[in-house]
């Protein structure tokens, strides 16, 4: 039995929810979220709270039941408190500015690298450049915004140089062992 499916997700004040078909709508006061769901998993309302459902016991219908519930309950999360990713600039003249609605990068490239945000997705930046911070209500969309920018300068192990998440831990490495040793 799939304990995440089972779990009904109450719905707050101000959240109006709708389904049509195969997707489903949820409108709160940050703003509106649309999702398509498997034609086989049934997701309705019921006394203020959502419930879903799934038609048989087959491995599939178990997987697609947790995963409709828990994409349902990050809509409502999401249009009711929202979602924010925090990302650490390390290394010696590497910083983010803003510019406009943009972030400019200086990477220790050759050039600098301008990121520009999807329409729903916000950067602010705090600490002289070194906390690039991004606000969204799609979880899944600040989520995949946040690893293309860490992608852009992944942290390196040796000096710990690049791009990460706040609260990220990057093992460090030894360097060479002529260097260990003297």
Known sequence: MSRVGLKPISLPEGVAFSVSGSEVTVKG???QLTQRIHPDIAVKQESGEI???R???QRGHRALHGLTR???QNMVKG???GYEIRLEVNGTGY???LQGAEIKLVLGFSHDVVVVPPPSVTFQVEDRGRIIILTSIDK????Q???DIRKLRPPEPYQGKGIRYVGEVVRQKAGKAGKVGS
């Open 95 to 97: 910083r983010a500015e």
């Open 55 to 57: 038609p048989t016991d």
């Open 51 to 53: 419930k879903v459902a």
């Open 70 to 72: 828990a994409l349902v």
């Open 145 to 147: 915004v946040a690893a």
């Open 79 to 81: 249009v009711t408190e």
């Open 140 to 143: 899944a969309l600040i989520g």
């Open 29 to 31: 006061p940050k703003g």
